[in-house]
């Protein structure tokens, strides 16, 4: 038994590779199609893409502080608002460190934020890189964090997260594995793509030469009957070959169409575009729709802005009456004229002041359009009741 296993061990060996086979494989990964080695979803173009996208949007809303009040919240301008909003960390601007925690969040399911108190006042909220820290469960239930080799409970630091974990739902989860395979197919697309545009698949030519000429064993002798017989001194000047020995012949070689990759790049990108939940116009593939952005910043936008909420506001706020808000309204795309055609409307209604209006087409507020104003002869709200054809009488100018 041992002397038969070993016969078979030796007559083990590498099978030959077919033509097919051999067209895709080589031994220097950047000269054939297969392609090795493991890519990062931040290193990948329409992952990078979508998830620069999703932050860019999230890290340009502003950050309001709110409160609750008897008549409806309103927002309050301090210095709390102000160093959530503008100056969180003083090596970041609040869009950057914004656009860092979103950009974690997806690439890593967590972003964690130690937040650094001095005399009772927050003075910095430092991020923590993903490979700084470390999440550990608590037998008692729960969770603490280890950040640069010390222990911190789960209420002191800020753990941002999105898709809990069902095991641990603490814990977050990223995308890594839904998108593994649709990113590697995207990379075996691109390099695929890229040795076509360079012309290393197929020759243009293909030359069928006697086989059993001596000069064709080896690789010398190939190139001697190419120089011999094929290669041109001038540009243009005809070939004379052996009628019996070579033919040649023009052969058409395969297009990209031919082997799907359009389609499969396509398909690929709207599987990526739907596992992030952006709309695939912002992958490169159809037209701008209104309708299906402004739904996007609805759900997905939304979503991921008020886990941000939520954890600003648990963490950092004691009053049971404050909160922070993000401005989503200001991502909605609408265009100037149907802005304007709303908030004209309720000013004539006396929703609104003429400031408020001027506010949002971006224009200075005017002291002498703070009033509401109603009806068609534009007067003050408060005013309304001294109209002569309310009490019976007819109007003055």
Same mark, same amino acid.
């Given at each position: +038994?041992?002397?038969?296993?070993?016969?078979?061990?030796? /007559?083990?060996?590498?099978?030959?590779?077919?033509?097919?086979?051999?067209?895709?494989?080589?031994?220097?990964?950047?000269?054939?199609?297969?392609?090795?080695?493991?890519?990062?979803?931040?290193?990948?173009?329409?992952?990078?893409?979508?998830?620069?996208?999703? $932050?860019?949007?999230?890290?340009?809303?502003?950050?309001?502080?709110?409160?609750?009040?008897?008549?409806?919240?309103?927002?309050?301008?301090?210095?709390?608002?102000?160093?959530?909003?503008?100056?969180?960390? /003083?090596?970041?601007?609040? @869009?950057?460190?914004?656009?860092?925690?979103?950009?974690?969040?997806? &690439?890593?399911?967590?972003? *964690?934020?130690?937040?650094?108190?001095?005399?009772?006042?927050?003075?910095?909220?430092?991020?923590?890189?993903?490979?700084?820290?470390?999440?550990?469960?608590?037998?008692?239930?729960?969770?603490?964090?280890?950040?640069?080799?010390?222990?911190?409970?789960?209420?002191?630091?800020?753990?941002?997260?999105?898709?809990?974990?069902?095991?641990?739902?603490?814990?977050?989860?990223?995308?890594?594995?839904?998108?593994?395979?649709?990113?590697?197919?995207?990379?075996? =697309? $691109?390099?695929?793509?890229? @040795?076509?545009?360079?012309?290393?698949? *197929?020759?243009?030519?293909?030359?069928?030469?006697?086989?059993?000429?001596?000069?064709?064993?080896? /690789?010398?002798? /190939?190139?001697?009957?190419?120089?011999?017989?094929?290669? =041109?001194?001038?540009?243009?000047?005809?070939?004379?070959?052996?009628?019996?020995?070579?033919?040649? @012949?023009?052969?058409?070689?395969?297009?990209?169409?031919?082997?799907?990759?359009?389609?499969?790049?396509?398909?690929?990108?709207?599987?990526?575009?739907?596992?992030?939940?952006?709309?695939?116009?912002?992958?490169?593939?159809?037209?701008?729709?209104?309708?299906?952005?402004?739904?996007?910043?609805?759900?997905?936008?939304?979503?991921?802005?008020?886990?941000?909420?939520?954890?600003?506001? +648990?963490?950092?706020?004691?009053?049971?009456?404050?909160?922070?808000?993000?401005?989503?309204?200001?991502?909605?795309?609408?265009?100037?004229?149907?802005?304007?055609?709303?908030?004209?409307? &309720?000013?004539?209604?006396?929703?609104?002041?003429?400031?408020?209006?001027? $506010? +949002?087409?971006?224009?200075?507020? +005017?002291?002498?359009?703070?009033?509401?104003?109603?009806?068609?002869?534009?007067?003050?709200?408060?005013?309304?009741?001294?109209?002569?054809?309310?009490?019976?009488?007819?109007?003055?100018?």
């Amino acid at each position: +038994m041992n002397r038969n296993k070993r016969k078979n061990k030796r /007559k083990t060996r590498a099978e030959p590779l077919t033509p097919t086979q051999a067209w895709f494989i080589s031994d220097g990964d950047s000269e054939g199609l297969c392609v090795k080695g493991y890519t990062k979803l931040s290193d990948n173009p329409e992952v990078r893409m979508g998830i620069e996208r999703i $932050a860019d949007l999230i890290s340009t809303m502003t950050i309001y502080l709110m409160e609750n009040g008897e008549g409806g919240d309103i927002r309050l301008k301090n210095e709390l608002s102000r160093k959530i909003d503008i100056e969180p960390y /003083k090596y970041m601007t609040r @869009q950057q460190w914004v656009s860092w925690i979103v950009k974690e969040l997806i &690439l890593n399911g967590n972003a *964690i934020v130690y937040p650094k108190i001095k005399n009772n006042i927050i003075d910095d909220l430092t991020p923590i890189p993903n490979s700084k820290h470390s999440l550990f469960d608590l037998e008692s239930g729960g969770y603490y964090a280890m950040i640069n080799g010390k222990k911190y409970s789960y209420d002191e630091i800020l753990h941002f997260r999105i898709n809990p974990n069902a095991e641990r739902p603490w814990i977050g989860e990223s995308y890594r594995v839904v998108l593994s395979d649709v990113v590697k197919n995207l990379k075996q =697309a $691109a390099h695929t793509t890229n @040795q076509f545009m360079s012309n290393k698949i *197929i020759p243009n030519l293909i030359i069928k030469v006697d086989a059993l000429t001596e000069e064709l064993i080896s /690789k010398s002798g /190939k190139e001697k009957v190419y120089d011999k017989y094929i290669s =041109a001194s001038k540009a243009g000047e005809p070939w004379i070959i052996p009628a019996d020995l070579i033919d040649v @012949q023009q052969v058409k070689p395969l297009t990209l169409n031919d082997i799907a990759i359009k389609d499969t790049i396509e398909l690929d990108k709207k599987t990526v575009a739907g596992i992030l939940g952006i709309p695939v116009f912002l992958l490169g593939l159809g037209t701008f729709n209104e309708k299906e952005y402004n739904n996007f910043i609805q759900t997905r936008i939304r979503t991921i802005a008020t886990a941000i909420e939520q954890e600003l506001t +648990m963490k950092l706020l004691y009053s049971p009456k404050l909160y922070f808000k993000f401005n989503v309204k200001s991502l909605y795309s609408y265009s100037i004229k149907d802005i304007s055609n709303v908030y004209t409307n &309720l000013y004539t209604r006396g929703v609104v002041t003429g400031n408020e209006v001027r $506010a +949002m087409l971006d224009m200075s507020p +005017m002291e002498s359009l703070n009033e509401l104003i109603i009806l068609e002869n534009f007067i003050p709200a408060d005013k309304i009741g001294n109209q002569e054809k309310l009490n019976g009488g007819e109007t003055s100018d």
